[in-house]
């Protein structure tokens, strides 16, 4: 499976933006599909996931309330809806896949995922 993220882009303070994850290839049941942030000079922070069955969430407790993961399976996609934003959350954004045979509980460890695709930048400005 390869993912692509879209959807970044200059917003104000407590402005809002949806990012987009497209899948191409096969995403299952137990997979997860997991969001990710990089800010200049920072190490990759884990921002929220999602499984594919059940659609259950995640976040990291920052974006709890601010944002929202969401996915629709008849088009292998995902999404970020993000509310609220703060200049703190000006970075690359990510998406990727934890491939799981079976349910396992939604993790925020990056190296869990994998078919890291290209990012896409998310500046917020005061």
């Known amino acids: 499976v390869q993912l692509q993220a879209s959807g970044g882009g200059l917003v104000q303070l407590g402005g809002s933006l949806r990012l987009s994850c497209a899948a191409s290839?096969?995403?299952?049941?137990?997979?997860?599909i997991g969001w990710f942030r990089q800010a200049p000079g920072q190490e990759r922070e884990f921002v929220a996931a999602?499984?594919?069955?059940?659609?259950?969430?995640y976040y990291v407790d920052s974006v709890k309330g601010r944002f929202t993961i969401s996915r629709d399976s008849s088009k292998n996609m995902v999404y970020l809806q993000m509310n609220g934003l703060k200049p703190e959350d000006t970075a690359v954004y990510y998406c990727?896949?934890?491939?799981?045979?079976?349910?396992?509980?939604?993790?925020?460890?990056?190296?869990?995922?994998?078919?890291w695709g290209q990012g896409t930048l998310v500046t917020v400005s005061s």
């Open positions: 990727a896949v934890r491939r799981s045979l079976r349910a396992t509980p939604l993790s925020p460890v990056a190296s869990y995922y994998s078919a």
């Open positions: 290839g096969d995403i299952f049941s137990n997979d997860h």
């Open positions: 999602i499984n594919w069955r059940a659609a259950k969430t």
